[in-house]
């Protein structure tokens, strides 16, 4: 299978990665589709320009994705200002099908960060429009809808999961790979302290989500619940 991520921001990816790289062991294929520039996220650097910020965000996110043999699509929208129309639902619709994604990880219906609640009504619609061929784009349409499963929003506000991945043996490569996010790892002890960076975030999480269901790692998730994303088999390891 090709298991796809499709977020908003470079780093955002780290809700899912453990379940990917589980996903990646079993013999599938991973791919990354990022649909902001990442400009903004220098909040601890704000005299940095948007075009040198956005270059960094997209070295970093290369740089994990090659690490791991994946894909790595971003279709540059503007941070913080993403909105929803035709023609990003084309690219959209065009990188979801060039990957042939039979999996995809998004954001939660409700987040903190509104592009990360466009993107997933993007994905909402989009992953739905890939496998119609009423929609033309360079790649073929796909044979038929992917499963489609929303990650954990970072704080989990208004997000109560019926799925858990049990991560623990990939929870130190998922937190080798955060390290690539070099910019944000930054932001995150600059706000919160020395000892608060990105590593401890992802473990944090992780080890929270082990506590609900007797590991000592997990990600949690839940099934985007429209017509073709939910399958009558099991999808995630």
């Not at 470079?10 to 453990?18: T, V």
């Not at 990917?20 to 589709?33: D, E, P, Q, R, S």
């Not at 790649?139 to 499963?149: E, G, W």
């Not at 130190?172 to 919160?192: T, V």
Request: hydrophobic content about 45%; overall charge negative; glycine content about 4%.
């Amino acid at each position: 299978m090709n298991i796809v991520s499709v977020m908003a921001h470079q780093d955002d990816e780290l809700m899912c990665l453990g379940t990917m790289l589980k996903m990646k062991k079993a013999g599938h294929n991973l791919a990354f589709i990022c649909l902001t520039d990442g400009a903004a996220g220098m909040a601890h650097i704000p005299e940095m320009p948007f075009s040198e910020a956005a270059k960094i965000r997209a070295v970093e996110m290369k740089n994990l994705a090659s690490d791991i043999d994946a894909e790595y699509i971003c279709l540059n929208r503007p941070d913080e200002y993403l909105y929803d129309t035709a023609e990003l639902r084309l690219e959209l619709i065009e990188a979801i099908r060039y990957v042939s994604a039979d999996v995809i990880f998004t954001h939660n219906t409700v987040d903190y960060n509104l592009d990360h609640m466009t993107t997933c009504l993007l994905v909402r619609q989009c992953a739905m429009q890939a496998a119609l061929p009423i929609q033309k784009t360079k790649s073929k349409f796909l044979d038929s809808s992917p499963a489609v499963f929303m990650a954990e929003p970072s704080g989990g506000f208004e997000f109560e999961p019926s799925h858990w991945v049990d991560i623990t043996e990939f929870a130190n490569e998922k937190m080798r790979l955060a390290k690539y996010h070099k910019s944000q790892d930054d932001a995150f002890i600059a706000a919160f302290g020395a000892d608060r960076g990105i590593e401890n975030w992802v473990a944090e999480t992780a080890r929270k989500r082990g506590d609900q269901c007797g590991v000592k790692y997990a990600e949690a998730f839940l099934p985007m619940r429209a017509r073709g994303f939910i399958k009558a088999y099991s999808v995630l390891p």
